[in-house]
């Protein structure tokens, strides 16, 4: 047996195992645990249900998303004695910004009916750098007590560009027959839903302004531009590969009699052509009834003059919905430059 200095080694060995049990036992009729007679749940015996601290804290709590296009705040009355419908536009909330990387824009709000039965849009003033614009406006239109239940009214919002009347961020479509109380002002609170997207055009667009100065009586019509031109026999070529050089030209017509013509200048070989020539039209107030636009756009087929026309659309009072509304449009904003696009048919 091996020793050093009259010492076993083994014997060293054994004691030093036997104090090492001696503490561990002490030790463990120390704990709280075994002093109260509970037993302690670790990660292996766990109650089933239980978490351990933290690991509530930890999961991560649903939020409410805020709708994609935003929400709006308004309030309806009908007074039936003077047979106006009052509108009063409160707010937006959290509108969807169009601007790239921008979380707020320079916005307003158009407010319509449908049917219109004459009555022009309303538009607000511009709320500046926010995305939830207050507006706080009132809108009174003339209804008959009749035909109030049967409309229906249209909130859209834009962000303010040169020619933001095409582009909504936005819109809401309200029955006033879900509002069964117009006697009191309650305020409303909707979601915003998707602009409904006009149908692609085969024939293509053209994007028109409109002014007008009631006391020069004088009528203002810019064209801008155009863009996917095309002849109605090549429906199998891709819109913007055309290269025929194009023009547009202008009737003013009144009672289906024509007028005046006009003609914009000649644009080379292009299906997306920028005219931006303007064009004053001698109209009285009285005339804004019973005279319209005619807008056709032509492409030259060679030099001798020749040329057929790609497709038209028509502006006023009376015509079909895209060029009527373009027409009130104007007519509400009496000074102000209106711009809207058309598709060519």
């Known amino acids: 047996m091996l020793s050093y200095r009259g010492v076993s080694l083994k014997d060293d060995a054994t004691t030093a195992a036997r104090k090492r049990s001696l503490f561990a036992a002490k030790k463990s009729q120390s704990t709280p645990a075994n002093l109260c007679?509970?037993?302690?749940?670790?990660?292996?015996?766990?109650?089933?249900?239980?978490?351990?601290?933290?690991?509530?804290?930890?999961?991560?709590?649903?939020?409410?998303?805020?709708?994609?296009?935003?929400?709006?705040?308004?309030?309806?009355?009908?007074?039936?004695?003077?047979?106006?419908?009052?509108?009063?536009?409160?707010?937006?909330?959290?509108?969807?910004?169009?601007?790239?990387?921008?979380?707020?824009?320079?916005?307003?709000?158009?407010?319509?009916?449908?049917?219109?039965?004459?009555?022009?849009?309303?538009?607000?003033?511009?709320?500046?750098?926010?995305?939830?614009?207050?507006?706080?406006?009132?809108?009174?239109?003339?209804?008959?007590?009749?035909?109030?239940?049967?409309?229906?009214?249209?909130?859209?919002?834009?962000?303010?560009?040169?020619?933001?009347?095409?582009?909504?961020?936005?819109?809401?479509?309200?029955?006033?027959?879900?509002?069964?109380?117009?006697?009191?002002?309650?305020?409303?609170?909707?979601?915003?839903?998707?602009?409904?997207?006009?149908?692609?055009?085969?024939?293509?667009?053209?994007?028109?302004?409109?002014?007008?100065?009631?006391?020069?009586?004088?009528?203002?019509?810019?064209?801008?531009?155009?863009?996917?031109?095309?002849?109605?026999?090549?429906?199998?070529?891709?819109?913007?590969k055309s290269v025929l050089d194009n023009f547009v030209k202008i009737t003013l017509v009144k009672s289906g009699k024509v007028m005046k013509y006009k003609q914009t200048r000649l644009s080379r070989k292009s299906c997306n052509p920028v005219y931006n020539e303007g064009f004053a039209l001698k109209v009285r107030q009285t005339e804004l009834d019973d005279v319209c636009l005619t807008l056709a756009m032509c492409v030259r087929l060679n030099h001798l003059g020749f040329h057929r026309v790609v497709g038209r659309c028509i502006v006023g009072r009376h015509v079909g919905a895209e060029g009527a509304s373009h027409w009130r449009d104007m007519i509400a904003t009496p000074r102000s430059g209106v711009g809207q696009w058309h598709v060519l048919v």
């Open 37 to 240: 007679g509970a037993s302690v749940d670790t990660p292996d015996n766990k109650p089933e249900g239980a978490t351990s601290v933290g690991e509530e804290d930890a999961s991560p709590k649903e939020e409410i998303a805020p709708p994609p296009y935003g929400k709006v705040s308004f309030a309806i009355t009908y007074d039936k004695e003077l047979e106006q419908l009052r509108v009063f536009l409160e707010q937006m909330s959290q509108v969807a910004v169009k601007t790239p990387h921008a979380t707020s824009a320079d916005t307003f709000a158009k407010v319509s009916l449908s049917p219109d039965h004459g009555i022009p849009v309303s538009l607000t003033r511009v709320v500046c750098k926010t995305n939830s614009p207050v507006y706080r406006q009132n809108f009174i239109f003339r209804v008959t007590p009749e035909a109030v239940r049967e409309l229906v009214i249209k909130f859209q919002v834009f962000e303010l560009d040169d020619f933001p009347h095409n582009d909504p961020i936005g819109e809401l479509e309200y029955p006033l027959s879900q509002n069964h109380d117009l006697d009191n002002a309650v305020t409303i609170w909707r979601d915003l839903k998707k602009p409904e997207k006009v149908p692609s055009a085969s024939k293509g667009e053209i994007l028109i302004s409109l002014t007008y100065l009631p006391n020069a009586e004088k009528l203002t019509l810019v064209v801008l531009k155009a863009r996917q031109l095309r002849l109605a026999e090549w429906r199998t070529s891709t819109p913007g």
